[in-house]
């Protein structure tokens, strides 16, 4: 009699990290998940804050919609260094501690990156005199400027203000600085009305896709308060003076931390003449948009593949 044949090995076990009620409205997850396990692999969500999580138990974890991480960030930060010990984390610490503050651009534009002007303040004693300099000093063409923490996700307590609204501005950004945050300023650039934001996404350094986002912030000083603002979202064709920038960005960050993140999104928009400047990088939750590129899920599902099994052969 022929001895029973050994049970097949289960799957690698996949944790995508994700938020309290973020999962639900996370619209990558119905094309990433049959992705993942069309290429034999076990993709799971968790909540990263909940503490019966088993995140040793997993080949990967891969932080996807921790949307609500904002307002601790601290927290996230320890969570993230806590699970790099127990489990391969995609994008590692060092990557989510420098890119959930926004004043990466900081070190991007002395990096020589092209940027969208940016000013930031700090300290809840900042006087309402020194925040109305620093928005004056940044209206954009239009007369336009913006307001948001350097700590957020979706446009949330972000508003835009016009030359007569400053006011307004002002109380936004005591807001901010009284929560113990910095508060942003940058000018609002007429391109985004007329052609929206160009977003490029990333696998493992590798190009996949873009895709054009329209206007979000309303004018006249409307801010998002809930999770996220709701985006409009459409397929677009890089240029070539979009794609040359993402790739000088993803240069430098490569070579800032060792390696090419697993997942990057570059968010571009044009300056005055034309030209692309950056302002936003998304290391840390981005949405891919998968649904704007059909091939799109298949390349982002054989991305974590592969770094699931570079990861397992490093630990071997």
């Known amino acids: 009699m022929q001895p029973d044949a050994s049970p097949d090995p ?69 969570w993230a260094e806590s ?22 651009l900081e070190d991007l534009e002395r990096d020589g990156i092209a940027v969208v002007r940016t000013a930031f303040l700090s300290g809840a004693e900042t006087g309402a005199e020194e925040i109305r300099d620093a928005l ?8 336009e400027v913006v307001v948001k923490p350097s ?11 016009g030359s007569v609204q400053l006011d307004a501005a002002v109380v936004l950004a005591q807001q901010i600085l009284r929560g ?16 929206g934001e160009t977003g490029l996404v990333y696998f493992a350094g590798r190009y996949s896709h ?8 309303a004018p006249g000083g409307e801010t ?9 979202i459409s397929e677009h064709r890089a240029t070539e003076a979009e794609l040359a920038a993402g790739a000088e960005i993803l240069d430098l960050v490569t070579a800032r931390f060792g390696a090419a993140p697993l997942y990057s999104r570059v968010d571009l928009v044009e300056d005055p003449h034309g030209e692309p400047v950056l302002l936003e990088l998304e290391l840390t939750e981005p949405s891919w948009f998968l649904t704007t590129d059909a091939s799109a899920p298949a390349r982002a ?10 990861s397992s052969s490093r630990r071997a």
């Open 224 to 232: 998002e308060h809930g999770l996220f603002a709701l985006e409009s």
């Open 180 to 195: 113990d945050r910095t508060a942003m300023i940058q000018p609002y650039l007429p391109s985004v009305d007329q052609r």
């Open 83 to 104: 699970v790099a010990l127990l489990s391969e984390l995609a994008n590692p610490p060092a990557v989510l501690r420098w890119n959930t503050d926004k004043r990466y």
């Open 10 to 78: 289960p799957p690698p076990l996949v944790l995508l990290a994700t938020g309290t009620d973020c999962w639900e409205v996370d619209e990558d997850a119905p094309l990433l998940l049959p992705a993942l396990r069309a290429l034999g692999v076990n993709p799971v969500p968790a909540i990263w804050h909940d503490r019966t999580v088993d995140w040793a138990a997993a080949d990967l974890v891969v932080v996807r919609s921790t949307w609500d991480y904002t307002l601790r960030r601290d927290e996230f930060i320890q």
């Open 136 to 143: 004056t000093s940044n209206l954009g063409p239009s007369g």
């Open 151 to 161: 700590i957020s996700a979706g446009s949330k307590d972000t508003g835009r203000f």
């Open 210 to 217: 873009a895709f054009n986002k329209g206007p979000l912030l």
């Open 301 to 310: 599902a054989a991305a974590l593949v592969d770094h699931l099994r570079k």
